[in-house]
Antibody, heavy 120, light 106 residues
């Protein structure tokens, strides 16, 4: 059974940093691209970032480019999102999600989410 | 970038109703369109990929159709557990993008 366990959220001041983690199990981690999707309180889903199975190819939404860094440790089956220069607008529940093996990118399994609150 | 527009943003329906949600892409995305269901306080769940491919375990009352720029998600007979918010997502190209969501309630 695929399991994704998000962690690392919390309260941070504007301009601060936070690192999210996603521990994966139940599938061959290195075979799949992984992503982060966020949801601001009461709002819709927003794609944040994607990384391929090898960790080489990385993609970012314009809203986080230059501030967030996605990475993975395939020896630990763990996905990360390093978030720097945080703003109030980054307040959201952050979900890690597993890509399918299809040619295109959609997410067939999701973590439970971790809440990031950016506030002074 | 591809903009995804869902309509309506919310709807009220009854158990047994046929419900249709529309998703429109700003440019053609072929059939690279996926649908998710999200219940309050829960992570999204993938229902349909590539416009019409039902995911394993998803009831057959969920039907996806469309290609190009216009897509629909139909729930043929609404059940109590279907009251949720539904999102479309294009997977044609980066950056990935979601529609604004359609909340289905009683």
């Amino acid at each position: 059974e695929v399991q994704l366990l998000d962690s690392g959220g919390g309260l941070v001041h504007p301009g601060g940093s936070l690192r999210l983690s996603c521990a994966a199990s139940g599938f061959t981690f290195t075979s799949y691209s992984m992503g982060w999707v966020r949801q601001a309180p009461g709002k819709g889903l927003e794609w944040v970032s994607l990384i391929d199975g090898s960790g080489v190819d990385k993609y970012y939404a314009d809203s986080v480019k230059g501030r967030f860094t996605i990475s993975r440790d395939n020896s630990k089956n763990t996905l990360y999102l390093q978030m720097n220069s945080l703003r109030a607008g980054d307040t959201a529940v952050y979900y890690c999600a597993k890509d399918s093996l299809s040619r295109d990118t959609f997410f067939d399994n999701w973590g439970q989410g971790t809440l990031v609150t950016v506030s002074s | 970038d591809f903009q995804m527009t869902q309509s309506p943003s919310s709807l009220s329906a009854s158990v047994g109703d046929r419900v249709t949600i529309t998703c429109r892409a700003s440019q053609s995305i072929s059939t690279y369109l996926n649908w998710y269901q999200q219940k309050p306080g829960k992570a999204p769940k993938l229902l349909i990929s590539t416009a019409s491919s039902l995911q394993s375990g998803v009831p057959s009352r969920f039907i996806g159709s469309g290609s190009g720029t216009d897509f629909t998600l139909t729930i043929s007979s609404l059940q109590p557990e279907d009251f949720a918010t539904y999102y479309c997502q294009q997977s044609y190209s980066m950056p990935l993008s979601f529609g604004g969501g359609t909340k289905v309630d009683i």
